[in-house]
C-alpha cells in the first residue's frame, strides 16, 4: 500500500500520516501548501493538490489510496470569503480528480468531508439526516460530495 495524504500538514492529516506509519503502511507521502513542520511522519510535496505534478507523482510512484482532507475549514472564514471555499474546496479536488482520471489512476480515494453538509438540526444527526448546509463551507463540503 502507498498511500498521498493531502493536507498532511493540518491537524487531521498529519494524525492519519502518523497512524498510516503505525500501522506499517510501506509508503507515506504529504502533499500540502504550506510546510509547518509538524509532519515527521510523511515526506511533504509543497504543491496545490490540483497541481498537475501532483497527479504524475501519484501516478510515476504507485500511489494506491488517497487521503484527501486538503481543504479551507474556517466556517467564519467562508462567511466572509465564500469563493475561496468554493475555488479550493471543489475546484482543488475536482482538478486533482480529473488529473488522476488523466492518467488513468484506479486506486482508492477516501475524502474528508463534514458533519456541516447537516446544517443546524436539533435532533442529533446521523447519516440519513437531511442535507442543509448553513454555511459557504458546508455548502462547499457537499458541493464537492456530489462532484465526486
Known amino acids: 500500500m502507498k498511500v498521498l495524504v493531502t493536507g498532511s500538514q493540518g491537524y487531521i492529516g498529519s494524525v ?45 510512484l504507485g500511489i494506491t489510496h488517497i487521503f484527501h482532507f486538503a481543504a479551507s475549514a474556517a466556517i467564519a472564514d467562508s462567511v ?15 482538478k486533482l480528480l ?12 477516501i ?3 463534514t458533519s456541516s453538509v447537516y446544517g443546524n438540526h436539533a435532533e442529533p444527526v446521523t ?9 459557504p463551507y458546508g455548502v462547499s463540503k457537499y458541493m464537492t460530495e456530489v462532484a465526486i
Not at 510523511?42 to 501516478?59: E, G
Not at 480529473?98 to 480515494?109: P, S, V, Y
Not at 447519516?127 to 454555511?135: K, Q, R, V
Open 16 to 60: 492519519m500520516c502518523k497512524l498510516l506509519n503505525e500501522q506499517g503502511v510501506e509508503y507515506v507521502e504529504g502533499c500540502d501548501l504550506v510546510n509547518r513542520g509538524n509532519n515527521p511522519y510523511a515526506t511533504t510535496w509543497l504543491f496545490d493538490a490540483a497541481d498537475p505534478i501532483v497527479a504524475d507523482r501519484v501516478s510515476n
Open 127 to 135: 447519516e440519513d439526516s437531511g442535507i442543509f448546509p448553513a454555511n
Open 80 to 94: 466572509t470569503r465564500p469563493a475561496l471555499f468554493y475555488h479550493n474546496n471543489v475546484g482543488t479536488t475536482t
Open 98 to 109: 480529473d488529473n488522476l482520471i488523466q492518467r488513468g489512476w484506479k486506486g482508492k480515494f
Open 111 to 113: 475524502f474528508s468531508s
